[in-house]
């Protein structure tokens, strides 16, 4: 699987992004795909993901009720929708997939088996 990651930039908090990640090559039933996202100094962090079967979606609470993870099916393609953007937001953002898919490990970004190349997201107060 290879994922594509567009959509970052920068904005003003308070503004909004969408970032796009379309995945090349078969996405199974079980797979969990997830964005998460990286500060230079830190840990890399969960930030959402979705089942891809049921469409099920799971999100860090510093970003609940902010952003909406969605999924085409059709497009092998995840969408995370991020409002009200906020200075801690900023970072790298990654797509990633979960092959395993267990709800329980999805929220640990060493679970993951296969990474997009990022995308940068700058949010300026």
């Known amino acids: 699987v290879q994922l594509q990651a567009s959509g970052g930039g920068s904005v003003q908090a308070g503004s909004s992004l969408r970032l796009s990640c379309v995945a090349s090559?078969?996405?199974?039933?079980?797979?969990?795909m997830g964005w998460l996202r990286q500060v230079p100094g830190k840990e890399r962090e969960f930030v959402s993901a979705?089942?891809?079967?049921?469409?099920?979606?799971y999100y860090a609470d510093s970003v609940k009720g902010r952003f909406t993870i969605s999924k085409d099916n059709a497009k092998n393609m995840v969408t995370l929708q991020m409002n009200s953007l906020k200075p801690e937001d900023t970072a790298v953002y990654y797509c990633?997939?979960?092959?395993?898919?267990?709800?329980?490990?999805?929220?640990?970004?060493?679970?993951?088996?296969?990474w997009g190349q990022g995308t940068q997201v700058t949010v300026s107060s």
């Open positions: 979705v089942r891809w079967s049921s469409g099920a979606t």
């Open positions: 990633a997939v979960d092959t395993r898919g267990d709800t329980s490990s999805l929220y640990y970004p060493g679970r993951y088996d296969y």
């Open positions: 090559g078969r996405i199974f039933r079980g797979y969990v």
